[in-house]
């Protein structure tokens, strides 16, 4: 697993330490994880998102089966690495997290098939992929304005290589917000699993290196205030940190 | 695409304004109040054309098998030159280096409400050029007005000054919540009925100052 962070003027490659909550840079520096700045692991191509893909988070939503995946698409202004900020603006009712499984393409796929599509994935990273619920709008949902906000999809702390991960189809996901756990669910829940998404889009989009697909949230996603610390997990994976802050300081 | 002023390149993001042209609304009207719409847009209407859909004038644009025809919209790119957040309306055209032409292609399909990206997003369905113009080149883009031919036939005329949203007001709406960067695109009036192409035509747009983006349309195949 590696990650990429800023310390003293320059942006590194970080691994983690012997030690609780140190990191190791490639000069052989090795710091604890707050002295640095977490940078989103990569810099992707297209970003890809899942919809409604746990069937518990679509029945929390009232949503009915689908017969394709709902997928949306988003810029990358949205990311943010592990301890940041995320802003909610002041005059919000509901905006939740979401954790979610992100899937890193490394091989140009193009029209595979679902046996080869693993081949096709370089690793994996959390994501968390917030949305803002109060400017939901009907036409061409999810709208960006709900979940293409500057900064408000975490991504990291670490890029893990798809060798590491034994079986992606049985992950847990978990969420606590300060502390306390509020989401659970297991990748083998998934609608749509990570072969069927790499076939559908692949069929007619062109997936490149660095393309990344966030594959859907499970049930269990609640309201965030200023001041919470939202922590997703994911098995082998690691804990992705982010505080909501609101957005006064922008005078919004 | 490059060009001989700042930012020099695109970044090759792109990002689109759908039922922002007066067309597009009244098209949309008879439905708009009905469910699932519910209401006309609030906020401007945005996509994402992702980088495997960009291309250039003269690229082939691929009918996909199964289908007959696909549908094209004209828009007026604008090309971001200096990092824009939360621009006023009245600095937005600041922030703008330069136009060009973007060809929006898509699946035809009768849905806003939550369609997929398969209609948008395939292969080759954005192409932009020829060129990036310099902004001042062009004067007030709101009195642009752009031409899609069809094998030299004239199919729309859609004229910037019947946008919902003005470009300025635009720019400042959609800052407000997502930083647009340098090289960026924002593109803007996809006007109503959008015209249809088949296999073994040419499609071409113009703008005034813009040049021509033609496109041959080709089948497909499995």
């Known amino acids: 697993m590696r990650a990429r962070v800023a310390y003293g003027g320059a942006v590194h490659e970080a691994r983690p330490a012997t030690g609780t909550g140190r990191v190791r840079l490639a000069d052989g520096r090795e710091l604890a994880e707050e002295e640095v700045v977490w940078l989103p692991p990569l810099e992707p191509g297209t970003i890809l998102a899942l919809g409604l893909n746990y069937a518990d988070h679509a029945k929390e939503l009232a949503f009915s089966s689908q017969d394709e995946p709902l997928i949306f698409l988003k810029g990358p202004g949205t990311l943010i690495g592990h301890r940041g900020t995320t802003s909610r603006p002041v005059n919000a009712a509901f905006m939740h997290y979401e954790c979610e499984l ?29 949305a803002v ?9 999810p709208n960006l304005r709900v979940k293409n906000r500057d900064g408000a999809t975490a991504l990291g702390p670490w890029f893990v290589d798809a060798a590491d991960v034994a079986d992606p189809s049985n992950l847990n996901l978990r969420t606590y917000v300060n502390g306390k756990q509020t989401q659970s669910g297991n990748t083998r829940d998934l609608i749509f699993n990570i072969p069927y998404l790499i076939e559908y889009l692949s069929s007619f989009m062109t997936l490149g290196p660095g393309d990344l697909i966030l594959t859907g949230t499970p049930e269990g996603v609640q309201n965030v205030l200023p001041g919470d610390e939202i922590v997703c997990e994911i098995d082998g994976l690691g804990r992705l940190h982010n505080t909501i802050r609101a957005d006064l300081a922008l005078g919004r | 695409m490059t060009f001989d002023f ?3 390149v695109l970044s090759g993001r792109v990002y689109g304004s759908l039922l922002n042209h007066r067309t597009a609304l009244v098209a949309v009207e008879s439905v708009a109040h009905k469910p699932p ?17 960009l291309s250039v004038s ?9 289908l007959q025809e696909l549908e094209v919209a004209a828009m007026l790119g604008l090309v971001i030159g200096i990092t ?84 300025a007001r635009l720019l400042a709406d959609v800052t ?15 006007a109503a009925p959008a015209p249809r192409i088949r296999a073994g035509q040419t499609v071409s747009i113009e703008g005034d100052g813009l040049g021509t983006l033609a496109n041959p349309v080709v089948a497909g195949s499995e």
């Not at chain 1, 899937?103 to 081949?119: D, E, S």
């Not at chain 2, 719409?37 to 859909?53: D, E, Q, S």
């Not at chain 2, 136009?99 to 806003?112: A, C, E, G, I, R």
């Open chain 1, 102 to 130: 992100a899937v890193v393409i490394g091989a140009i796929a193009k029209k595979v098939k679902r046996a080869q599509a693993l081949q096709h994935v370089a690793g994996y990273c959390v994501a968390n992929d917030y």
């Open chain 1, 133 to 141: 619920r109060d400017y939901l709008e009907n036409w061409y949902r």
């Open chain 2, 6 to 8: 700042a930012p020099f």
């Open chain 2, 37 to 53: 719409y519910n209401g006309l847009p609030r906020a401007p209407v945005l996509f994402i054309k992702p980088r495997n859909t």
């Open chain 2, 58 to 66: 003269g690229s082939p644009i691929e009918v996909p098998a199964g």
């Open chain 2, 84 to 167: 824009a957040c939360r621009v006023s309306e009245a600095r937005a055209h600041e922030y703008i280096a330069g136009y060009t032409l973007v060809n929006d292609v898509s699946v035809p399909q009768p849905n806003y409400y939550r369609p997929s990206v398969r209609y948008k997003a395939r292969d080759g369905f954005c192409p932009m050029g020829p060129r990036v113009a310099a902004r001042d080149s062009i004067g007030v883009p709101d009195a642009l007005t752009l031409r899609t031919f069809i094998d030299g036939s004239l199919a729309q005329e859609a004229s910037m000054s019947q946008l919902v949203r003005p470009i």
């Open chain 2, 176 to 190: 407000e919540f997502m930083t647009l960067a340098p090289g960026d695109v924002l593109a803007v009036a996809a």
